[in-house]
């Protein structure tokens, strides 16, 4: 497994922006396809977005258009570029990982899970 661990949560105002990141402890980052979770109170964790081993993208339906995931192999980091947040976007944020996985959007894809980080949009 890899160590993984988020930053760049925090309260944000409706309609704002924040930018995530995951950075994992590996000396192969290039093998693995890296994703985010969000979970909130009292709700299943859900799949937000993906970025694949193999350079492709895949993402929930409700942030397309608003949402970037991106990766830099050379910094061991994932990104997420949120803008237009609304309410319904507050969770803990959550980076998972495993290796040449096409996800699917089920949590099971990935063994490899950082701890997470609190977004919180106000209305």
């Known amino acids: 497994q890899v160590q993984l661990v988020e930053s760049g ?6 309609g704002g922006s924040l930018r995530l990141s995951c950075t994992a402890s590996t000396t192969s980052f290039s093998r ?7 979970q909130a109170p009292g709700k299943e964790r859900e799949f937000v977005a993906a970025s694949h081993w193999n350079g492709s993208t895949k993402y929930r339906d409700s ?3 608003r949402f970037t995931v991106s990766r830099d192999n ?6 997420l570029e949120m803008n237009n947040l609304q309410s319904e976007d507050t969770a803990v944020y959550l980076c998972a990982a495993q290796q040449f996985v096409l996800a699917t959007g089920r949590a099971t894809d990935f063994r490899s899970w950082g701890q997470g980080t609190q977004v919180t949009v106000s209305s």
């Open 63 to 65: 942030v397309k258009g």
């Open 32 to 38: 693995y396809s890296l994703a985010w979770f969000r």
């Open 74 to 79: 050379a910094k061991n980091t994932m990104y």
């Open 9 to 14: 949560g925090g309260l944000v105002p409706a």
